[in-house]
């Protein structure tokens, strides 16, 4: 995928582009704003950008990509694109680097290939580290809750990818409140304890303010929030319709045209008016305001362009808002 060979920027943990939190009350520090490979890094999507957003966000100082064993178009193309720049750009930098993995969604054929079975997650740790090219990776995730699964088989199963190596960090995404204090307790159990909460956060879904963002600051864990633009709509992407390129129009694109309502549309307008007033994009008014509740470690960005992910970086120039400025947040996204 690279073409020029790649010298890191020696500045990137000088220029405090991106700062750093702990997550929760472990050791490890995350940069608050980390990159995710869903969109964008798979077989369908330009392989030059991709390389060039990579190394844009190494050079600011985003230490963290996120990953999950069906991410990309076709499942699995994301970790395999990844892996080969591991290869040719990264491999010195490994221990400058926090990979996380999932499992947890339908990924192959058959009752192994989905959920929360022992089978599965140790299964998929091991594809994924084969397309990734790595020993191991950092953060290993339960990718969502498995009514079907025992919570004490899943975590289990966690653990002992800890233990064999394959993983340094649980994680646990998108559990409900009462599962996610049993994981917590049954990983604790286990001597492996949970190390962050991954979960949806932006201005228009902060229902984890009032059930998650309590829980995991009693126990001491992270979060990571993830769709901080809500895929794209808490940006000026959508305001004058739904462009050719965007999330919305493309087939392999998660977002639905049917969810660019005009509704929507009138908040994200509102908002984007708001932030011209602040100096911002919407998106990077979005993003700042992400980051100002006290649970949150790090929001996962995606961008399909290195002019997106420049543009969202700066988001962290601004990042203080006043009391008027949060009511009327409050307000527009109900
Ligand atoms: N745990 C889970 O279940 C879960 C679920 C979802 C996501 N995630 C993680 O979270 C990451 C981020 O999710 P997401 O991709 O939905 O995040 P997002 O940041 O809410 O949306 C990314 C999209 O927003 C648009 N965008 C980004 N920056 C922009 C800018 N500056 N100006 C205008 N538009 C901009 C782009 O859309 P266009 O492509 O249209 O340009 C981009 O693809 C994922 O990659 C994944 O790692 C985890």
């Known amino acids: 995928m690279s073409e020029q060979p790649y010298t890191p920027n020696k500045q990137r943990y000088n220029g405090g582009a991106v700062p750093y939190r702990y997550c929760g009350c472990s050791g490890l520090q995350l940069p608050v704003i980390s990159l995710g490979l869903w969109h964008n890094f798979g077989d369908v ?44 750009d990264f491999a010195a930098y490994r221990d400058e680097l926090i990979i996380s993995t999932k499992a947890g969604h339908a990924m192959w054929d058959g009752p192994y290939g989905d959920g929360g079975s022992r089978k599965y997650l140790i299964a998929s740790i091991n594809q994924s580290l ?12 339960s990718h969502r809750y498995d009514p079907n699964t025992p919570l004490e088989e899943t975590m289990g199963a966690l653990s002992d990818i800890v233990k064999q190596g394959k ?24 001597g492996t304890p949970c190390l962050l909460y991954q979960g949806k956060y932006n201005i228009l879904t902060r229902k984890i303010e009032d059930s998650i963002f309590p829980l995991i600051q009693k126990e001491g864990l992270g979060f990571i929030g993830y769709s901080p633009l809500e895929q794209g709509i808490l940006s000026d992407r959508y305001l004058q319709g739904i462009p050719q390129n965007s999330r919305a129009a493309l087939s392999h694109g998660f977002l639905r045209r049917s969810q660019i309502t005009p509704e929507i549309i009138e908040k994200a307008a509102l908002l984007n008016a708001m932030a011209k007033k602040r100096g911002q994009t919407l998106a990077q008014m979005a993003l700042s305001w992400c980051l100002l509740h006290p649970a949150v470690t790090s929001v996962i960005v995606g961008a399909s362009s290195l002019k997106q992910l420049a543009d969202n970086i700066q988001s962290l120039k601004n990042v203080d808002f006043s009391t008027e400025e949060l009511q009327q947040i409050s307000t527009i996204s109900g």
Do not use: C
């Open 130 to 141: 084969k397309r990734m090219q790595l020993d191991y990776v950092d953060i290993f995730y």
């Open 167 to 190: 993983a340094l960090y649980i994680g646990i995404s998108k559990y409900p409140e009462d599962k996610t204090k049993r994981a917590i307790e049954l990983l604790r159990e286990n």
């Open 45 to 88: 999507d330009d392989p030059r950008e991709a390389v060039r957003m990579l190394r844009f966000a190494f050079d600011h100082g985003i230490t963290h990509f996120d990953l999950a064993n069906n991410y990309g178009t076709p499942f699995g193309s994301a970790e395999r694109n990844f892996g080969k720049v591991m290869q040719s």
